[in-house]
């Protein structure tokens, strides 16, 4: 049974998910953030650098949400939720599957901006974030104008991975990111309406807390 070391509102809750589409057995391990809002000091003994999300599967230990989530579905799931490279949408696929590490990236470069609190709008640095934060975002959209889901019709890892993007992250302090990009408020809500990503944030999403 795989066991996934979660940390708290951070983006293992997405392995949870992974595992509800799947219907895959799995042991939750909590771990709470410190005060100072950083991983606590035990999960540097799952990862050096307190990254979330972590896996065990036996003895094989691995991070990275990318490499987890195809490592789970291809290895336990049987390819469910794949798409092969003879599949059409497969590099609409792959693109997607990477597309969540870019916003993210840009999501916390302007977080931190706005922690300085000395008025300073980041120069060339925040110049170039906001526009590829804004232009990515009009991407997202104007994709979805054309299809349910980011690698066609149907649900796959690359909506698991990216779908973060815009359920999740526009919790932690930026509400209305997705104003103005109406297609992907849809998009969003058909992921919320998931029952396997509802459970998942019930266990373990941004508004969960340890279990007793």
Known sequence: MITIYHLG???????????????LPYRLEWFDRGEDGLAP?????????????VIADHDLVLAESTAIIQY???RHGGGRLT???DEEGYADYLYWLQFNNNLLTGFFVERALDAAGNGHDGGIIGTVVRRRTE????????HLGR????????FTLADLMSGFAVTSLPMFGN???????ANIQAYARRLTDRPAWQRAMAIA??????PD
């Open 41 to 53: 000091p035990e999960y540097l003994a799952l990862h050096p650098a307190a990254m979330a999300p």
């Open 175 to 181: 509400a209305d990111m997705l104003n103005g990009f």
């Open 72 to 74: 789970v579905a291809n």
């Open 205 to 210: 999403g941004p508004g969960a807390t340890r």
């Open 9 to 23: 509102k951070s983006q293992s809750d997405r392995i949870v998910w992974l595992m509800e589409e799947l219907s």
């Open 135 to 142: 232009g990515l975002l009009r991407q997202m959209d104007d």
């Open 83 to 85: 798409v092969a490279p």
């Open 147 to 154: 299809q349910e889901f980011l690698a066609g019709n149907s």
